[in-house]
């Protein structure tokens, strides 16, 4: 076996991965530049938008409609990502999202009695008593009640996002307005136990780390603007990445934050994501000038709100279509670790639909096929009787769904077979630099020779599949050294 031994070679080996292009793509709302990373949409709306069409371009607040154009998902370095192109109004219009991964416990439809509840409670009384006035625990799912999904589809994730003018209170008694974008979750394949959490919230368009500021405030100043004034880029938020978003492990880390009350926080807003604290407010139950919400990201989602899009389907509630969808390359883009799913490796499906602020009136625009029909409301023909009962997807013609194919064969780059491409596949890259090994899996590029054609696709795939449970100890990876392994990874949207 034949190991790298001299600095010649390991610089060698560097300079391959110093030349060789970035693989992935950064969680920023956009399809540019992510192209080739995404493919094919998997849908595109071929239904006029029911929920208004957006005009003014901002890249936050699309202050007249919420449209879905394009649906893009794909797998790559252990994550689902997925795109939706269009537009999510700033007045607390949802973009509800259901994921089956294939696993026991989905279901088929929503029984919000038997699911989780007080998941995105806020229009509802909020939290239960003390903290809020939700003496019945309901939530997102309660209001949901009763869609029923294609058939065969069976979702055991949900994800909830909206975005709006939130409050914290300062110095005065009204509290102050700013723009957020918030995302909740729920698992749906545990009953009534399912974990829930408000996972957090960004401040900016585009998953920008920064505040929305007029010219030349700080962090300190005033919160950031609302929706209705439009979107100016404030300074960045000490320690957050692009996708990232601000919960309270990062207010209370980088954040500045010595308590659940806010002492020290480096920017104003950032309260709304701690704990509710009693008695801080006159009135305990007024949770938007109180602003805590308890936002923990326990499943590691990164997403983006590029809302800047005035294209696509245009409003209409006929069914004709004006507009080409194609022509929207912005809207919501997020993506979660498979751990966070349970680590599927068959086919992930995805409902994704346009809600109104109450969880309970759906929109005509959902991923898939296509509806043809104007808003389905919450009977399924635009009535409002308070749920969603008399939505039964299954009865409308398509799939209200699409589906992001996993690869079952190997994985190129996998050189030990563990279903992950990381530091032990170069290792044994390594290990074998030179030989002559046609028809081993090392021989990634089948050229006969263990060389910088394998190493090329060990790269273009670095970060790809399951990671194992315990990561080795680098080995000879030292011999590439820590500029080589920095360039490796995948540059993901963060």
């Known amino acids: 076996m034949k190991r790298i031994q001299t600095p010649a070679t390991a610089a060698l080996v560097a300079s391959l991965f110093a030349v060789a292009p970035a693989v992935g793509q950064t969680v920023d709302g956009s399809l540019v530049g992510d192209e080739s990373f995404y493919g094919a949409a998997l849908s ?46 700033s007045n607390f219009n949802k973009l509800d999202i259901f994921i089956d991964t294939g696993a026991a416990g989905g279901v088929n439809t929503i029984d919000g009695a038997n699911l989780p509840g007080l998941v995105d409670p806020f229009f509802t ?124 492990a990062y207010v209370l880390g980088d954040g500045g934050a010595t308590n659940e009350s806010g002492d020290g926080i480096i920017a104003p807003e950032l309260e709304f994501v701690l704990d509710v604290v009693a008695g801080e407010d006159d009135d305990p139950f007024d949770m938007n000038a109180d602003s805590n919400r308890n936002m923990n990201n326990i499943i590691g989602l990164l997403m983006a709100l590029d809302n800047s899009n005035t294209m696509g389907v245009d409003f209409g509630n006929d069914g004709t279509l004006s507009g080409d969808p194609t022509t929207a390359v912005t809207g919501l883009e997020f993506a979660i670790p498979l751990s966070a799913l349970g680590n599927p490796t068959g086919d992930i499906s995805i409902v994704a639909f346009i809600n109104n602020g109450d969880h309970n009136y759906a929109s005509n625009q959902f991923a898939g096929d296509g509806i043809q029909l104007a808003n389905l409301g919450g009977d399924g023909t635009g009535g409002q009787p308070g749920d969603l009962a008399g939505i039964d997807l299954s009865a409308i013609a398509g799939n209200q769904f699409v589906t992001i194919t996993q690869s079952t064969g190997p994985l190129d780059g996998d050189l030990n077979g563990d279903g992950f491409v990381g530091i032990e596949d170069l290792d044994l890259l390594l290990a074998n630099w030179g030989e002559s090994l046609g028809g081993s899996p090392i021989d990634a590029d089948g050229s006969g020779t263990i060389d910088a054609g394998d190493l090329a696709i060990v790269q273009a795939n670095w970060g790809e599949g399951t990671p194992p449970a315990a990561v080795p100890e680098p080995g000879s990876l030292a011999l590439v050294g820590l500029g080589g392994l920095a360039l490796l990874r995948r540059r993901r949207k963060a």
């Open 44 to 89: 595109t709306q071929n239904t006029a938008s029911g929920f208004g069409n957006a005009t003014n371009g901002d890249i936050a607040h699309a202050a007249s409609g919420s449209e879905i154009n394009q649906v893009f998902g794909t797998v790559s370095g252990g994550m689902l990502h997925i795109l939706i192109t269009g537009n999510l109004e």
């Open 125 to 248: 009384g909020g939290f239960e008593p003390p903290f809020g006035t939700n003496t019945d625990g309901n939530g997102a799912l309660q209001n949901l009640n009763g869609l029923t999904f294609d058939t065969g589809f069976n979702a055991n994730h949900y994800l909830s996002f909206a975005n709006g003018n939130e409050t914290v209170n300062l110095a005065d008694s009204a509290g102050t307005t700013f723009w957020a974008l918030t995302a909740h979750y729920a698992d749906l394949s545990n009953g009534t136990a399912g974990q829930t959490a408000a996972l957090g919230m960004q401040l900016y368009g585009q998953g920008l780390p920064n505040v929305n500021r007029n010219p030349g405030d700080g962090l300190l100043d005033a919160p950031s603007l609302p929706s209705d004034v439009g979107s100016q880029l404030g300074p960045a938020l000490t320690g957050l990445s692009q996708g990232q978003l601000i919960d309270r």
